[in-house]
């Protein structure tokens, strides 16, 4: 408990920090509603409003947008991951949160030097025939610096900024708090689940921060395509790989924005799209380990029309039974089956709020849409668009290992037109998903699912008399207890209580108007009026006012 108060008390300068920044950007309401009203007040007088015009014509996306980028590098890192909720916000959110750059000031390379020299053992220049002081990249977690070995390669080292885990996990726990306060106090925030939010954000943060686990990620990924693929995985060097340094190869190669040196340089637009789909749904599809960022930023155009996929920081993850879901789900989008999506979506979403007959409809509507739509025409991007579209209409939650599936999807597609107008992804996965799922129903398979089934379910049998022994032995013992909780019901008993209370309230009032009455028909005074009797008279008016009073506030709350 001394603990948490004083780590509540060490936070309670960036509270207030981020009270201001709200209220700035017209989100003042908000910080209200979450408790917040002393950082409000406090917040409120270092206010400056010189630009308030300006601000009250943004749009609430670019506003929430704005608020990210002036919170500073987790906030940033914060809105990098909200772009991947395709389930949750709109387009014109989605678009807004993309726009967050991870870019920062670089940090002097004399404090970088102290660090690698603790990472190294050494001192850098004992390493390594050359170190780049200047770095090629600065971003909130890491900057990157060129380094030379002794026989001549040139290999890159992404060191961790100096300092940079407490700031991360004092901002983490502080929104740990915030989502708490806003799923308890915001009842309109409560449908984007904050705090389920705020864990997968701190979860992916926390794997960023070490930079040995995404030297695994790479090399799971290289060991999956091959050795003869077109896709070109940077090598790591372990012995000065750790936590804090990833010393990796070196790619000197056309930048995935630089689509005019692409053209001078006479690749092929067309054949580099191409590979570039057909690696990605082979590592989603067929592997079910995938590159979850594979944006023009983290993507180098080689000769040969290789493609190297650099940054793993960001990885996703899917089980055998998810990736023949996700098969079957995309066979049914390309083959226009409506009953095969909705059953899909229905069984990834359900939630006992939801209407599922008109989530049903919906579905059919939105595959509907598509029906009869040429493949070369087709724009995936735009279809799963839609379909978490119908979800959000739903206030339904895609599972946690599907959302960066489908930011992948839509980041590819869009990377494939932007390299070729006339891409057409649909046909490119087609001919995956088919193999997947022929895959999936080989005899071999389903002998193998068949035999892991028959062995799960002797295992239960064969633990069967165990557990019955168990539960009599607890039963005997008093040990079973049977909770029921049935929220309607305790809807129901708070309203009976409520209710029984004015009731009796109600009997009291009329009790004493009547002993009241009787009593002032005795004159136990000099003064001629009854003492008891008007005392009676008093606490029955005001039992009978405070009724009243309960009745018409009752009926507002509803």
């Known amino acids: 408990m001394l603990w948490q108060a004083l780590s509540a008390a060490r936070d309670l300068g960036r509270l207030q920090d981020i009270a201001a920044v709200l209220i700035r950007y017209g989100f003042g309401d908000l910080v209200q509603r979450v408790g917040m009203s002393g950082a409000l007040e406090r917040a409120g007088k270092a206010l400056h409003w010189k630009k308030a015009e300006e601000l009250a ?16 590098p987790t906030f940033v890192k914060l809105g990098q991951v909200l772009a991947t909720r395709v389930d949750l916000f709109g387009p014109e959110w989605l678009e807004e949160f993309r726009k967050l750059q991870d870019k920062a ?22 390493i390594f025939a050359l170190v780049v002081t200047d770095p090629l990249a600065a971003a909130s977690l890491a900057q990157v610096h060129k380094a030379r070995l ?99 190869d070196f790619i000197d190669g056309i930048s995935g924005h630089d689509l005019e040196a692409v053209d001078e340089a006479g690749l092929d637009r067309h054949l580099i799209a191409q590979r570039g789909t057909q690696a990605i749904l082979k590592m989603i599809l067929e592997n079910g380990f995938f590159h979850a960022d594979p944006h023009p930023g983290n993507i180098k155009y ?34 226009r089956d409506a009953a095969k999506v909705a059953r899909i979506l229905l069984d990834w979403s359900m939630d006992s709020n939801a209407d599922q007959d008109q989530l049903e409809a919906d579905i059919g509507d939105f595959v509907e849409r ?13 279809m799963i668009g839609d379909m978490t579209g119908v979800l959000r209409r739903h206030r339904l939650m895609l599972p946690a290992d599907l959302v960066l599936m489908l930011k992948a999807f839509i980041t590819l597609e869009g990377m494939g037109r932007s390299l070729d107008p006339d891409f057409d992804m649909a046909s490119e996965a087609a ?54 909780d049935i929220n309607s019901l305790k809807e129901v008993s708070s309203r009976l209580d409520k209710a029984v209370s ?57």
Do not use: C
Not at 109 to 117: A, P, V
Not at 306 to 332: N, P, Q, W
């Open 57 to 72: 014509r943004l749009k609430p996306p670019e506003r929430a947008r704005r608020v990210l980028e002036e919170l500073g």
């Open 105 to 126: 000031p670089a940090v002097d390379y004399s404090e970088i030097e102290k660090q690698l020299t603790e990472d190294l053992g050494a001192p850098p220049e004992d």
């Open 150 to 248: 002794e026989d001549g390669t040139w290999v890159a080292l992404k060191v961790r900024r100096p300092g940079i885990r407490p700031v991360v996990e004092a901002d983490l726990r502080l929104l740990k708090r915030l989502a708490e306060i806003i799923e308890s106090e915001a009842p309109d925030f409560k449908q984007y689940k904050p705090k389920a939010l705020v864990q997968q954000f701190s979860d992916s943060l926390r794997a960023e921060l070490d930079f040995a686990s995404e030297g695994r990620h790479a090399e799971r990924i290289a060991e999956s395509m091959g050795e003869d693929s077109p896709i070109v995985v940077p090598g790591v060097y372990w012995q000065w790989t750790g936590e804090r340094l990833s010393v990796q």
């Open 302 to 335: 080689l000769p040969d029309n290789r493609i190297a996929l650099l940054d793993y920081g960001m990885v996703g993850r899917l089980t055998d039974d998810r990736r023949h879901e996700v098969a079957e789900l995309l066979h049914g989008l390309v083959k």
């Open 370 to 382: 598509y029906h009869g739509v040429p493949l070369d025409q087709l724009d995936m991007s735009a």
């Open 431 to 484: 001919p995956v998903i088919e193999s997947v799922l022929r895959r999936y129903y080989s005899p071999a398979n389903m002998t193998r699912r068949m035999q892991k089934s028959l062995m799960d379910t002797l295992r239960v049998l064969g633990g069967l008399p165990d557990d019955l022994s168990r539960l009599l032995r607890a039963a005997r013992r008093g040990r079973i207890e049977v909770h029921v």
């Open 502 to 558: 004015r009731l009796t309230l109600g009997i009291v009032t009329a009790a004493l108007i009547i002993g009241s009455a009787i009593a002032m028909n005795v004159d136990p005074t000099d003064t001629g009026v009854p003492i008891l009797g008007l005392a009676g008279f008093v606490a029955a008016a005001v039992g009978g006012l405070w009724l009243l009073f309960s009745i018409w506030r009752s009926g507002r709350d509803e």
